[in-house]
Nanobody, 126 residues
Framework: QVQLVESGGGLVQAGGSLRLSCAAS????????MGWFRQAPGKEREFVAV????????YYADSVKGRFTISRDNAKNTVYLQMNSLKPEDTAVYYC???????????????????WGQGTQVTVSS
């Protein structure tokens, strides 16, 4: 089992920044690629970003490319999502997820991730 706990959400004005954190426990963190997803009210969950087990490879949704940065610190068992130039359409509950993989970077599909956190709310006001 992998337990994931997100933090860092909140209310921010458009154009502002937030950094989300996701602390992992329970298994060897470096065995897992880590992703971020989000779900806005009335919408389906959507992929945001993923980072490989060692931080060497990343992949982003087009909607956040150039504004968000995913990173990880394996010594702290934590993955981060730095969000800059936030827009009201970024408002959502943000979830981190873990996929056991060192060979292939998981794609944007939720079914590839076996473990999920409870989510943290991000609200961007206009």
């Amino acid at each position: 089992q992998v337990q994931l706990v997100e933090s860092g959400g909140g209310l921010v004005q458009a154009g502002g920044s937030l950094r989300l954190s996701c602390a992992a426990s329970g298994r060897t963190f470096s065995d897992y690629a880590m992703g971020w997803f989000r779900q806005a009210p009335g919408k389906e969950r959507e992929f945001v970003a993923v980072v490989s087990w060692n931080g060497g490879d990343t992949y982003y949704a087009d909607s956040v490319k150039g504004r968000f940065t995913i990173s990880r610190d394996n010594a702290k068992n934590t993955v981060y999502l730095q969000m800059n130039s936030l827009k009201p359409e970024d408002t959502a509950v943000y979830y981190c997820a873990a996929a056991r993989s060192r060979a292939v970077l998981p794609g944007p599909y939720g079914y590839a991730y076996g473990y999920w956190g409870q989510g943290t709310q991000v609200t961007v006001s206009s």
